[in-house]
């Protein structure tokens, strides 16, 4: 009957050495290759641990990552953002979420946002936890679109026609300057008007097609 307990026992602890080794896979893979970098800072941001992610994201082996300060991986000229938000963490221990420039090792500086919390450890006290995220398309993006405005903008505002913009139920959202120069008025004068108010000022206009404007507001 002992010999039968024992070998109960050894078969429950199989199990949950079993159990514990499957845990620790599945901690490998969602940490390890999570979509984004995960590190531990100390308080001074020294990097104490960091996931296969952060490493391949900052161009540098894990290996070297440990015990480096986390200043090294951000652009010079925002590591002030990082300071002032992680002093703030560490004094309101409320999480912090921002975006700053950081290094990949041989490339150029990328745009990364940088989710922060203050963790407890029975060890070593206070750490931050942050999450790291490539966030450059976002950026790219935004700075395409700007470039793609400011061209129009420049298109519209300098075209020799007569150029009006509005919206669905007719009123004038914006003007360039040859129809200003045309109707010989100040734009915040006319903005927000519809534009089948003026539209017998256009006419009155030399070479003006008035019926043309009119079928264009219908």
């Not at 540098?60 to 480096?68: D, I, K, S």
């Not at 003007?175 to 915040?188: C, D, G, T, W, Y």
């Amino acid at each position: 009957a002992h010999r039968i307990e024992l070998e109960m026992q050894n078969d429950e602890l199989r199990r949950t050495r079993d159990d514990l080794e499957a845990a620790r896979e599945r901690y490998f893979d969602l940490y390890e290759n999570a979509p984004v970098g995960y590190c531990t800072l100390d308080g001074d941001g020294t990097i104490l641990q960091a996931n296969l992610t952060a490493a391949r994201l900052l161009g540098v082996p894990r290996a070297a990552l440990t015990g480096r300060g986390v200043n090294r991986a951000i652009l010079p000229a925002d590591r002030d953002i990082f300071h002032v938000h992680y002093l703030s963490l560490f004094e309101a221990r409320a999480p912090q979420a921002f975006e700053l420039r950081m290094v990949r090792a041989g490339e150029v500086p990328f745009w990364a946002r940088l989710e922060t919390c203050v963790v407890e450890d029975p060890g070593r006290g206070a750490l931050c936890r942050v999450a790291i995220s490539d966030v450059s398309d976002r950026y790219a993006a935004t700075a395409a679109t700007t470039r793609s405005e400011a061209r129009f903008r420049r298109l519209f505002d300098e075209s020799p026609a007569c150029l009006a913009l509005v919206d669905g139920d007719g009123m004038i959202q914006e003007l360039n300057q040859s129809m200003l120069e045309l109707l010989a008025m100040r734009k915040e004068d006319l903005m927000g008007l519809d534009f089948a108010q003026i539209a017998g000022w256009i006419g009155a206009r030399p070479g003006v097609d008035v019926d043309a404007f009119q079928r264009r507001l219908d």
